[in-house]
């Protein structure tokens, strides 16, 4: 099994929509967990990072971790064509010195 | 403004023909790392260093090499390129110390070996 599975998609939803996007995980060290986006020819970028369990709210996104569940989610809100990109999970067992696993990520497409 | 700037982009080469895939960092960060990307298999460690003179392997390090004699400097090194090493290249880069998780990563650097 492997230490981060995300759905690989792609996913292709239309604008307005609310988007769910989910990461399961084997490792119960896993304390940190973060969501990255990625643009087409661009380099991933951090969009959300939540420490241990609960939802974090920003705009139209939302990060939820269920650690008992071993399983995290990101949400996106009326969805827009500017969110089409590729979706990433990461998560690390400690802050500072610790590597992070990333998820193989989700491609979303929102069509207008 | 906050930057990994690596160098070439775009790079086609032949097997065999040494290369230096530059990375830069303006950040002061002590921890620098390279993945690689590619489809059905995302994003994988190479090489990473905690501080100048400090390097240590990933996932994925057979066929790299790595050094860091700077700590703004980070070159990822192929002294034998093959075709299986055709593929997207970040290099990446973050804080150590507190919670020190958000990586900030460079634009890419697209690798073809024929």
């Known amino acids: 099994q492997k230490e981060v599975e995300q759905d690989p998609g792609p996913l292709s939803v239309p604008e307005g929509a609310i988007v769910s996007l989910n990461c399961t995980y084997s490792?119960?060290?896993?304390?940190?967990f973060m969501w990255y986006r990625q643009y087409s020819r661009k380099g991933p970028e951090l969009l959300m990072y939540?420490?241990?369990?609960g939802n974090k709210e920003d705009g139209r996104f939302t990060a939820q971790v269920d650690k008992s569940s071993k399983y995290i989610s990101l949400f996106i809100r009326d969805s827009q064509p500017s969110d089409s990109a590729t979706y990433l999970c990461?998560?690390?067992?400690?802050?500072?010195?610790?590597?992070?696993?990333f998820g193989k990520g989700i491609t979303l497409s929102v069509r207008p | 403004e906050a930057q990994v700037t690596q160098n070439p982009r775009y790079l086609i080469t032949v097997t065999g023909k040494k290369l230096t895939v530059t990375c830069s960092q303006n950040?002061?960060?002590?921890?620098m790392s390279w993945y690689r990307q590619d489809p059905g298999l995302g994003l994988r460690q190479i090489y990473y260093?905690?501080?100048?003179?400090?390097?240590d392997k990933g996932d994925v390090p057979e066929g790299y090499k790595v050094s860091r004699k700077e700590k703004r400097n980070f070159p990822l090194i192929l002294e034998s390129p093959s075709p299986n090493q055709t593929s997207l290249y970040f290099c990446?880069?973050?804080?150590?110390?507190?919670?020190?998780?958000?990586?900030?990563f460079g634009e890419g650097s697209w690798l073809t070996v024929v």
């Open positions: 990461a998560m690390s067992i400690t802050g500072a010195n610790s590597k992070l696993t």
């Open positions: 950040m002061n960060h002590e921890y």
């Open positions: 490792n119960s060290a896993f304390q940190y």
């Open positions: 939540t420490y241990s369990s």
């Open positions: 260093s905690m501080n100048v003179e400090v390097t």
């Open positions: 990446a880069s973050r804080n150590l110390g507190g919670q020190g998780n958000t990586i900030y």
